[in-house]
């Protein structure tokens, strides 16, 4: 049974940073992708970054690109968003995501096998 725990969400001030981070246990795939996504009440899921097993290469949702980054460390199965700068429309619930598939990560909620329960990013004055 796969599991996705995510951690270090809260509540911080425009121009802070906070880094998110995610265990993933169960995956039935050697290698995966893995990648976070952000959801605000009444809109759809919005694609924020990913990387794919080696985590050598990333990608980034346009509204995050220079600000954010994705990162994981596959000895202890872990993936984590660092956002710096943050900005009060970056406020919204973080989930991580698995793509089993084996090659580059996917950039659509529905290229995601697994999800996380989500963790709560609010960015306020």
């Known amino acids: 049974q796969v599991q996705l725990v995510e951690s270090g969400g809260g509540s911080v001030r425009p121009g802070d940073s906070l880094r998110v981070s995610c265990v993933a246990s169960g995956v039935p795939s050697s290698r995966y992708a893995m990648g976070w996504f952000r959801q605000v009440p009444g809109l759809e899921r919005e694609f924020v970054a990913a990387t794919p097993w080696s985590g050598r290469t990333t990608y980034y949702g346009d509204s995050v690109k220079g600000r954010f980054t994705i990162s994981r460390d596959n000895g202890a199965n872990t993936v984590y968003l660092q956002m710096n700068n943050l900005r009060p429309e970056d406020t919204a619930v973080y989930y991580c995501?698995?793509?089993?598939?084996?090659?580059?990560?996917?950039?659509?909620?529905?290229?995601?096998?697994?999800w996380g329960q989500g963790t709560q990013v609010t960015v306020t004055s």
């Open positions: 995501a698995v793509d089993r598939t084996g090659g580059p990560p996917g950039l659509r909620t529905f290229d995601y096998e697994d």
